[in-house]
């Protein structure tokens, strides 16, 4: 799943975390979680170019969940 574009991360991890009976937070709370804990395990192995489009995807997971603060 973190392979994709930063859309069809955010888009995931959205209905990954809507879905979810296990949560024990908000659905945006959860899956930025997921999306941190991908790149924190992933650390320096991680390449530049991916790491721009997993912060991409923060971005996209904030204005789905419509967490703009502008």
């Given at each position: 799943m973190?392979?994709?574009?930063?859309?069809?991360?955010?888009?995931?991890?959205?209905?990954s975390?809507?879905?979810?009976t296990?949560?024990?937070?908000?659905?945006?709370?959860?899956?930025?979680?997921?999306?941190?804990?991908?790149?924190?395990?992933?650390?320096?192995?991680?390449?530049?170019?991916?790491?721009k489009?997993l912060?991409?995807?923060?971005?996209?997971l904030?204005?789905?969940?419509?967490?703009?603060?502008?």
């Amino acid at each position: 799943m973190f392979k994709k574009s930063a859309d069809e991360i955010a888009a995931s991890l959205m209905r990954s975390a809507k879905n979810s009976t296990r949560r024990k937070s908000e659905p945006y709370r959860s899956a930025l979680s997921m999306l941190n804990f991908y790149m924190n395990r992933a650390g320096r192995n991680l390449p530049e170019s991916r790491r721009k489009v997993l912060e991409a995807a923060k971005v996209r997971l904030k204005t789905a969940f419509s967490r703009n603060r502008e």
